[in-house]
């Protein structure tokens, strides 16, 4: 009983190291707790899974891809499955990305204690075209025929004949 606490100590220990970038430890806990357990168990399958993942980020693809396919072929449905998605996504072609999609990221740790990063802000293209701000012409508002052309009274009244009309037909 005390090897499986030990192995979910150990499992959560490895997930906390995975989600915070720590990715060779977080490899060690995992196999350490995958060690522990019955591999038919669904908690071996769990942990499993999350080494799985970590051996991908550790760049221990091909390690990664053999695991996993062990893994299609585990008593539990839900690991099982799990395993049949990672293993379609390990395997997929990488693509590659262009260039001018990546940002690289200064190592800071390089800096000296008392020197401090220097901030480099990206400057806004200038246009080489001056392009003319148009002004819109303001009409003269005492130009404007403003005199009612009768159609308002005309819409209301037909307005009010239908409305009349239909309270007529429900009664």
Not at 94 to 117: C, V, Y
């Amino acid at each position: 009983m005390e090897s499986l606490e030990i192995a979910k100590n150990r499992f959560a220990s490895g997930k906390q190291k995975l989600e915070n970038g720590l990715y060779q430890q977080a490899v060690e806990d995992l196999e350490t707790a995958s060690g522990l357990l019955a591999s038919n168990t669904r908690l071996a399958g769990e942990v499993d899974i999350w080494l799985v993942t970590a051996y991908d980020a550790n760049g221990r693809l091909p390690e990664a891809i053999a695991l996993c396919g062990r893994l299609t072929r585990h008593p539990d449905y839900e690991t099982r499955h799990q395993a049949q998605q990672l293993i379609y996504i390990l395997q997929a072609p990488k693509l590659k990305r262009p260039k001018e999609w990546l940002t690289e990221i200064p190592d800071l740790g390089q800096l000296a204690e008392n020197q401090s990063p220097v901030l480099i802000s990206a400057k806004p293209k200038i246009s080489t075209s001056r392009q003319k701000l148009e002004i819109p012409a303001y009409e003269d508002l005492s130009q404007v025929n403003t005199k009612d052309n009768r159609f308002i009274w005309v819409a209301l009244i037909a307005a009010g004949l239908v409305v009349s009309y239909i309270i007529w037909l429900s009664t």
